[in-house]
């Protein structure tokens, strides 16, 4: 079984920064790509930002320049560093990592329970 575990939301004025970390754990053949998603009340959910295990990253337009994906392979940890924050960011963040459990074993998405990030103005 494998565990998607987030941690640093919370509350920030308009202008701050947060970091968020995401760690997989359990059984893990190999990490294709982890990605922060958000969504906020009333709207879907979106993509934030992609890491691959190749490092390519890929960002919404909405956060390029202020958001910064990055990844511990070692660790099996993705962290989202948020700069320049603003109120529309205000959002519960989830975390995604498309693996593969075991060799042989097909690609598969799991998710984590989620962390809120509150902007206010």
């Known amino acids: 079984q494998v565990q998607l575990v987030e941690s640093g939301g919370g509350l920030v004025q308009a202008g701050g920064s947060l970091r968020l970390s995401c760690t997989a754990s359990?059984?893990?053949?190999?990490?294709?790509?982890m990605t922060w998603y958000r969504q906020a009340p009333g709207n879907q959910r979106e993509l934030v930002a992609r890491?691959?295990?190749?490092?390519?990253?890929n960002y919404a337009d909405s956060v390029k320049g202020r958001f910064t994906i990055s990844r511990d392979t070692a660790k099996n940890t993705v962290y989202l560093q948020m700069n320049s924050l603003k109120p529309e960011d205000t959002a519960v963040y989830y975390c995604?990592?498309?693996?593969?459990?075991?060799?042989?074993?097909?690609?598969?998405?799991?998710w984590g329970q989620g962390t809120q990030v509150t902007v206010s103005s």
């Open positions: 995604n990592a498309g693996l593969v459990g075991t060799a042989g074993s097909r690609l598969r998405d799991y």
């Open positions: 359990g059984s893990i053949f190999s990490i294709y790509a």
């Open positions: 890491v691959t295990s190749g490092g390519t990253t």
